[in-house]
């Protein structure tokens, strides 16, 4: 079974500034998905970045950009220019590739992001 | 084009009681799951379904809890003689006809469930 694991219950940081999310993740399959998803208190799951496994580049969604290292199993998320309405939950999800039942993510814990002005 | 819609947003329940959940699926979607996230937790998933079928329900508990995607109408995730540990919030999650390695999801408001 995959896992997914978030090492950082809680980071902050400045407006403007750059922030790294860690997250790391064991499997046995070769080809799946990876996401980042933001829950801010209104508790809706917002999907961010998504990234497939066969594919090199880093995705990129304007201030978000992922670090995807895939012999290491990590997948960081990093927050350029943070914005006051950054501040949430982030979870980092694997999904498989393959079809059938397995289309079910697995989330890690969260890591609770504060953006201070 | 109207997004999952998961009501009610807030439920509250004594001690025995059932509690309902219910999903509309955006529209064209054809596959719903439905996951639990407890306080200080990330989402666990419980349920696969698709039009009257369940097809992984791996992460329900084996008591008290079913869930159903009725040919017509939304659907439900039903939580029978209600325990306190069932407090939690519950996601629903769609995805349209999965071809290939596409169906990206999304997912609903959840559903705050309280039990007193």
């Known amino acids: 079974a995959q896992t997914v694991t978030q090492s950082q219950p809680e980071m902050s940081v400045q407006e403007a500034e750059t922030v790294t999310l860690s997250c790391t993740y064991d499997?046995?399959?070769?080809?799946?998905?990876l996401f980042w998803y933001k829950q801010p208190p209104s508790r809706q799951m917002i999907l961010v970045i998504r990234?497939?496994?066969?594919?090199?580049q880093n995705a990129t969604e304007n201030r978000f950009s992922v670090n995807f290292q895939k012999a290491a199993k990590s997948f960081s998320l990093k927050i350029s220019d943070s914005q006051l309405g950054d501040a949430a939950m982030y979870f980092c999800?694997?999904?498989?590739?393959?079809?059938?039942?397995?289309?079910?993510?697995?989330f890690g814990k969260g890591t609770l992001l504060t953006v201070n002005p | 084009n109207a997004g999952v819609m998961q009501n009610p947003r807030h439920l509250v329940r004594r001690r025995g009681q059932e509690a309902r959940l219910r999903c509309s699926p955006m529209?064209?979607?054809?596959?719903v799951y439905w996951y639990r996230q407890l306080p200080e937790e990330g989402l666990k998933f419980m349920v696969y379904?698709?039009?009257?079928?369940?097809?992984?329900e791996s992460g329900m508990p084996k008591e008290r809890f079913s869930a159903e995607f009725p040919k017509e109408g939304p659907s439900i995730l039903r939580i029978q003689q209600v325990v306190r540990g069932d407090s939690a919030a519950y996601f629903c999650?769609?995805?349209?006809?999965?071809?290939?390695?596409?169906?990206?999801?999304?997912f609903g408001q959840g559903t705050r469930l309280t039990v007193v």
């Open positions: 990234q497939e496994a066969y594919k090199q």
């Open positions: 499997t046995s399959e070769s080809d799946y998905y």
């Open positions: 999800a694997y999904r498989s590739w393959s079809g059938g039942s397995n289309y079910k993510l697995t």
């Open positions: 379904l698709q039009k009257e079928n369940i097809i992984d």
């Open positions: 529209k064209g979607h054809s596959h």
């Open positions: 999650a769609s995805s349209p006809p999965i071809s290939g390695t596409g169906g990206e999801a999304f």
